[in-house]
T-cell receptor, first 119, second 115 residues
Framework: DTGVSQNPRHKITKRGQNVTFRCDPI?????LYWYRQTLGQGPEFLTY????????KSRLLSDRFSAERPKGSFSTLEIQRTEQGDSAMYLC?????????????????FGAGSRLTVL | AQKVTQAQTEISVVEKEDVTLDCVYE???????LFWYKQPPSGELVFLIR??????QNEISGRYSWNFQKSTSSFNFTITASQVVDSAVYFC????????????FGQGTTLQVKP
């Protein structure tokens, strides 16, 4: 397995445009997470999936943000009508599923991130 | 509320010096996990260690060691004989049992190791 893969790595867009990021998790992981990281800050949780079910969304996730994981494998994060404040690194991570915390269910493996710049 | 505080924003040392990165956490959960991640300039967060709240034994892995003290809610990370390759941003994180799956991260400490 090649780890968590994110595409595109960099995206520059104009304010008001829509953007979509894709994350391919480690194949045997059934949990998938999205985080956002701005310069000089730690990652902030956005949302997470257990298989195809979106189990939690942060209040940071405005109505312009939507995430999907249609078949419980890859996930997409779409930002509509982008604003300059959306400029950040969007990180995807995956982990083994529930009931396996003792064996590492909460050990997140991160991708390299997708950097968004909104002009 | 759950919170992780890394008070040191930046640390600069000369190669071969020892350095300790501080982490203080807050949680009301009795069961929780603490983590350290490394983020090198390439950007990808790399898992270093996970400790659970019932195991206060200190851990050593090569030049890395971790000191977990529940009495002071701290989980500090020491690098012995630092090397230039240790230069990175280091994050401490918390997963509480009430927290579903997500990790709460601190703001990170940027470590610069000069040759």
């Amino acid at each position: 397995d090649t780890g968590v893969s994110q595409n595109p790595r960099h995206k520059i867009t104009k304010r008001g445009q829509n953007v979509t990021f894709r994350c391919d998790p480690i194949s045997e992981h059934n949990r998938l997470y999205w985080y956002r990281q701005t310069l000089g800050q730690g990652p902030e949780f956005l949302t997470y999936f257990q298989n195809e079910a979106q189990l939690e969304k942060s209040r940071l996730l405005s109505d312009r943000f939507s995430a999907e994981r249609p078949k419980g494998s890859f996930s997409t994060l779409e930002i509509q009508r982008t604003e300059q404040g959306d400029s950040a690194m969007y990180l995807c991570a995956s982990s083994p599923g529930a009931g396996q915390v003792s064996s590492g269910a909460n050990v997140l493996t991160f991708g390299a991130g997708s950097r968004l710049t909104v002009l | 509320a759950q919170k992780v505080t890394q008070a040191q924003t930046e640390i600069s040392v000369v190669e071969k010096e020892d350095v300790t990165l501080d982490c203080v956490y807050e949680t009301r959960d009795t069961t929780y996990y603490l983590f350290w991640y490394k983020q090198p300039p390439s950007g990808e967060l790399v898992f270093l260690i996970r400790r659970n709240s019932f195991d206060e034994q200190n851990e050593i892995s090569g030049r890395y060691s971790w000191n977990f003290q529940k009495s002071t809610s701290s989980f500090n990370f020491t690098i012995t004989a630092s090397q230039v390759v240790d230069s990175a941003v280091y994050f401490c994180a918390l997963h509480g049992s009430s927290n579903t799956g997500k990790l709460i991260f601190g703001q990170g400490t940027t470590l610069q190791v000069k040759p």
